[in-house]
C-alpha cells in the first residue's frame, strides 16, 4: 500500500461546484503539504500544515483552503472551481529531522 | 515566489551520454533534495543531501551539495531509456522551514 494516499485519481468537475481533494498518510509525519503542478511551471505550494493545530498559506492559496482533519489526513478544497484550476494536484509528508518529502500519486483535477 | 532556479529546463540526448543538471539559489540552505517524477505519477526521492561539499551516489546518479550551500548539481550517467522524466530540486533553508522547489528539467533520451 502507497505511504501517501489521494483520492480522487482524477476528478472533472463544472465550474462553481465545491469539490474536495483528500489526502491520507502512513508514514506519522507532522508535516503535510499540497501542491499544485501545470505543465512548465514545477510545484507550487498551496497550503502546508507542520503539525494538527497549524495551517499555513504558501504562495497559490487564493481559492483553496485546507482542513487538517488528524495527523494522517490533510484535505484540500476548491469553494468554487473555475477552470484554470485545472492542473495535477499532489499531497506530501516530510519529517523534521530529514526533510525528506513523500509524495501522493497526485490527482489530476479538470475543471469545464 | 521561488527563490531555486534549475537549469536546463529540458534536455535531448541520445542513449548511453551523461547528463548534468543544477539548482542554483540566492539562500542558503542546509538540505538539498533530488526527485524524479514519471508521467502521471508523483515526484520520487533520489538523493538527499546534508553537508556543504557532500557527494552522493544513487546507481547511476551523482548529486553534489555545493560549497557555498546556495547550490547542488545531479549527473546521470550513461543515460537510459527509463531515465525520461521531470527531475525536480527541493531545498530547504533550516530544519522549521519548508522545501522550495525548482522548477525541473525535463529529460528526454533517444535510442
Known amino acids: 500500500d502507497a505511504d501517501v494516499t489521494q483520492t480522487p485519481r482524477n476528478r472533472i468537475t463544472k465550474t462553481g461546484k465545491r469539490i474536495m481533494l483528500e489526502c491520507s498518510q502512513t508514514k506519522g509525519h507532522d508535516r503535510m503539504y499540497w501542491y499544485r503542478q501545470d505543465p512548465g511551471l514545477g510545484l507550487r505550494l498551496i497550503y502546508y500544515?507542520?503539525?494538527?493545530?497549524?495551517?499555513n498559506k504558501g504562495e497559490i492559496s487564493d481559492g483553496y483552503s485546507v482542513s487538517r482533519q488528524a495527523q494522517a489526513k490533510f484535505s484540500l478544497s476548491l469553494e468554487s472551481a473555475i477552470p484554470n484550476q485545472t492542473a495535477l494536484y499532489f499531497c506530501?509528508?516530510?519529517?523534521?529531522?530529514?526533510?525528506?518529502?513523500?509524495f501522493g500519486q497526485g490527482t489530476r483535477l479538470t475543471v469545464v | 515566489g521561488q527563490q531555486l532556479n534549475q537549469s536546463p529546463q529540458s534536455m535531448f540526448i541520445q542513449e548511453g551520454e551523461d547528463v548534468s543538471m543544477n539548482c542554483t539559489s540566492s539562500s542558503i540552505f542546509n538540505t538539498w533534495l533530488w526527485y524524479k517524477q514519471d508521467p502521471g505519477e508523483g515526484p520520487v526521492l533520489l538523493i538527499a543531501?546534508?553537508?556543504?561539499?557532500e557527494l552522493t551516489s544513487n546507481g547511476r546518479l551523482t548529486a553534489q551539495f555545493g560549497i557555498t550551500r546556495k547550490d547542488s548539481f545531479l549527473n546521470i550517467s550513461a543515460s537510459i531509456p527509463s531515465d525520461v522524466g521531470i527531475y525536480f530540486c527541493a531545498g530547504q533553508t533550516d530544519s522549521w522551514g519548508k522545501l522550495q522547489f525548482g522548477a525541473g528539467t525535463q529529460v528526454v533520451v533517444t535510442p
Open positions: 500544515s507542520f503539525d494538527v493545530k497549524d495551517i
Open positions: 543531501l546534508y553537508k556543504a561539499g
Open positions: 506530501a509528508t516530510s519529517d523534521l529531522r530529514q526533510g525528506k518529502a513523500f
